[in-house]
């Protein structure tokens, strides 16, 4: 969750004191309470990241794992990662989301945003 003021064309939205790229918005006049949302498997770790968390539960399952991260104001986030790569409850984390699998939500209605992302569901279906 975040709140802010979004406008066509905006490509990035600010999470506390960081700056996460997101697809180019296609609509105009956002504002308020927004919700970022995005899929386990396009999140990553990356120690460079400014938006931090630390690991508070792990669940392998098999070949993958997923981690939940709590970042500093409290959002929950899961990343589905390689069991390979170690990651304990405690790790203090820095998450990168794939930008063009961003979505962004208006929190009280749950309505996505048009985003370039919704240019590409279009062409493939």
């Not at 105009?28 to 990553?44: I, M, S």
């Not at 998450?95 to 062409?123: K, M, P, Y």
């Amino acid at each position: 969750p975040f709140s802010g003021r979004l406008a066509r064309g905006d490509r990035t939205v600010r999470l506390g004191t960081s700056t996460i790229a997101v697809p180019q918005l296609r609509e105009d006049g956002a504002e308020g309470d927004l919700v970022l949302g995005v899929r386990p498997e396009h999140v990553g770790f990356d120690d460079a990241s400014p938006l931090r968390g630390s690991v508070v539960d792990t669940e392998y399952l098999g070949t993958n794992q997923i981690a939940i991260v709590v970042t500093a104001d409290g959002a929950s986030v899961k990343a589905r990662l390689p069991s390979s790569l170690p990651v304990h409850p405690g790790d203090q984390v820095g998450l990168v989301f794939r930008e063009e699998r961003v979505s962004l939500f208006e929190r009280a209605s749950g309505r996505a945003l048009r985003t370039s992302l919704h240019d590409t569901e279009r062409a493939h279906g």
